[in-house]
């Protein structure tokens, strides 16, 4: 099997085979979310109950215009994340500047193969000029990828009660880049630790 490749793509620089691969894998995905992306005005869209199918691709081409994490098999696009790189929002202001998630997702076949979590210890590991906090935001339903954010130190910062259908909420986590005292220090390869903000 061919070996995963990760990078990091700033806005608007993949390749035209990259950006191929990339819009086959957000046809597949696509779906997968609750509501579908393909029902959704933007990345950061409120108001996720009811929605009808969007008239334009405007989800992807917002996606497309920000940061990209990107798990390379060959030369397909198996996975990637896409996050706003210095968001702010007054609802968690105290993160905020923040990294902002709007989307992660995997092919079908190579699911439960560790690519999310792969991709998320990337995203933490990017240099320190970015903001310390990373913020994304899921369904309460979504159990699968809660449980990987629980074990990665993502802790609750803000839900919304009933925000995609009835007893579906959206709930908003948070967690924060910390490189080790070592690495302060000058001493070893810098690594991650996670902890949750104290919003009360």
């Known amino acids: ?5 990760l990078r990091h793509v700033g806005p608007g620089d993949l390749t035209d085979a990259e950006t191929s691969s990339l819009t086959e894998l957000y046809e597949q995905v696509a779906g997968d979310f609750v509501p579908p992306l393909t029902f959704r005005s933007g990345t950061t869209q409120g108001g996720l109950r009811d929605l009808g ?3 334009s691709d405007d989800y992807f081409e917002q996606m497309l215009g920000q940061d990209l994490i990107v798990a ?10 896409s996050f706003r790189a210095r968001y702010e ?3 968690f202001q105290r993160v905020c500047p923040c990294i902002y998630v709007s989307t992660i997702a995997v092919r079908h076949d190579q699911r439960r193969n560790g690519i999310a979590r792969k991709l998320y210890a990337h995203l933490f590991e990017l240099p320190d000029d970015l903001p310390d906090w ?3 935001r899921t369904w309460s339903t979504n159990t699968s990828h809660l449980g ?4 990665l130190g993502f802790g609750m910062v803000l839900s919304i009660p009933d925000d995609r259908a009835e007893n579906v909420d959206t709930v908003y986590l948070a967690a924060r880049r910390v490189t080790s005292p070592d690495d302060e220090a000058g001493g070893s ?3 991650t630790a996670h902890s949750v ?4």
């Open 134 to 136: 990373v913020v994304l």
């Open 189 to 191: 390869a810098p690594t």
């Open 1 to 5: 099997m061919d070996r995963v490749f």
């Open 72 to 81: 390379m098999q060959a030369d397909q696009v198996i996975g990637f994340l």
């Open 53 to 55: 199918r969007a008239e």
């Open 197 to 200: 903000p104290d919003l009360a």
């Open 89 to 91: 929002d007054s609802r």
């Open 148 to 151: 990987l954010l629980t074990d």
